[in-house]
């Protein structure tokens, strides 16, 4: 891989985006309409707000339809069932004109259980160390798709909201959007990240021998296999020839075999037309699609429907699902699948707290391709108030540490690989390795001091209190090395980690008989994002006060004063009563603080 080729390709692209945010896009090739996938109406209402702001500052281009289409109420549908969704709203809405339009499909719907500093507000929110305004996850997609519009005939492009994919396309190279069926891209990786995704089996007369000089290339899959094992791959002739393997492994360390895997795709409205005659003739849809497997596998002259059995990649398998994916392959069996081979390109994705710290923190060939900054729109305050260029305590290794869009003391400690992102940090706060902090405002005084455990998440959510309809504050905290999402049934609760206790340990520590006592009496199931771990508070600094006393306590195997007088909510609860207004508010707060120390 070039990496050079691919940082030069992507800074124009960033370039080009950054001098159409807060224009009308005029004759610029760009999308006409930009739709955003929600979990629900209580997302939808948060994604929409967040683009009227961004709109209003000026940090998004003009000219262009912005949507967000939430989920039926009822079943989960997956991102298949989202897409099939957003193609009947958009058909309802806008009828014929549809079929003139190019559409990027952002899917952003969940909660982001790995990564909950994105839960609250969405991962096509997540900061990116970008720009002024700083940019987010959607002004980064929008920039990194800018070469695919004038490629494009009318029709849809999908992706997910929590990947990267980093490429060069030299503007001779022979591809495009315009085929009928669906075009998708392709990534050279090694088979070991082909075992966690969606691979292509290229046409033989199509085959890469050697070794090819183009960038970018056009080509034929027979079948697209999804999370194949290794084994299946290699008799499936997905594996690229010897030597073309070692020309994409190049200046690396890895010595294992390339296949090309998946990211993001397009189909034309006519496809599109089928998907939404299938939906109408089966909604509601009882059961979870996937936009990649269940889409996709049916294409190409090889493909076989022995899939539609299997029901790994869903949270429940219901009855229908068998049924309702057979019919899919049977509707979109024959369709041709083009591929785009992008030879010199990267795929990142960011959706889990690791991936995040080792993106922002440790990668220096995605911080290059992406020209990151180590802080941006960030002021370090001595202590009087004057703007400084670095922290006197920072990490030795200050290029692994990150911030973004925050007021932080000159003397605050800031540790190695790790995040600080809309957060306000006092002098003498000490915030250990490998943690994130978001949206929170950190202070010690001579009476409590401010000392965050290496490997700490914490994330502070403005709610509002059901019983009172108060604001109150609640600060999220775990080690990231928690498992967030493990689920066990209520009798086993006590096994859950937190911090790496026993919640048997944690329960007595927070004062309660049992660890069921941390869930809701009616609870199915168990996991730490459904736990009542966290206090709140009356306002920020004093909430993140206590979720650090109270890790404190759980260390030193101490009881946590307060017991039953104190108010603890889930992750879970937090999703319900969200005041996302509030938490808007406090990051124009800090950038008003930023902005006068700055200038």
Known sequence: MDANKVAGATKERLQRLEQLRGKPIGSVPFWDVVVITALDSQQKQVYELQ??????GGELPLGVKYLVFADPSG???????????????????YGKELDNWKVLLIHAGGYSQRLPSASVLGKVFMATPIGSPMWQMLELKLALYMDFPQRMKPGVFLCSSDTVETFECPPHANWSFSQDGFTALAH????????GHGVFILDQSDKVDGVTNNSVEMRECVQFIHKPTVEEMRAKGAILPQEASKLFLQNTNNTEPIVYTDSAFYFDHQTGNKLLDFYKK???LNCELEAYGDFLRPLGPNATDEYVNIAANVCEATAELAPTKTKLFELLKGLPLHVVLLNNSRFHHLGTTAEYLDHLCCNTAFQSELGLSPKVLTAILDKENKALDKLSKLSQDCDEVCLMHSVVSSDATIGRRSVVEYSDVGPNVNVGASCIISNCVLEAN??????????????????VERETKALRYVTIIFDIRDDMKKTV????AGKLRYYGMSLDDVAKCLQKPTPQQLFPSNAQSCSV???????????????ASVAIEMVRALHAGKEFPGGDDITRVSMADVMKVRDTAGMLQFRDGLLEKISTALN
């Open 51 to 56: 683009i009227t702001k961004k709109l209003q």
């Open 489 to 492: 049934a209520p009798k086993d």
């Open 188 to 195: 050279p990786s090694p088979v070991s990240i082909g075992t």
């Open 529 to 543: 994002w459904n736990a009542k771990l966290f206090p709140l508070s009356d306002d920020m600094a004093s909430s």
């Open 446 to 463: 001579t009476i409590v001091s401010c000392v965050v455990p290496d490997y700490s998440f914490m994330h502070t959510v403005t709610v």
């Open 75 to 93: 079943a989960k549908i997956g991102c298949g069932g989202s897409t099939l969704e957003v193609l009947y709203q958009l058909r309802k809405q």
């Open 282 to 284: 089966n909604k509601p």
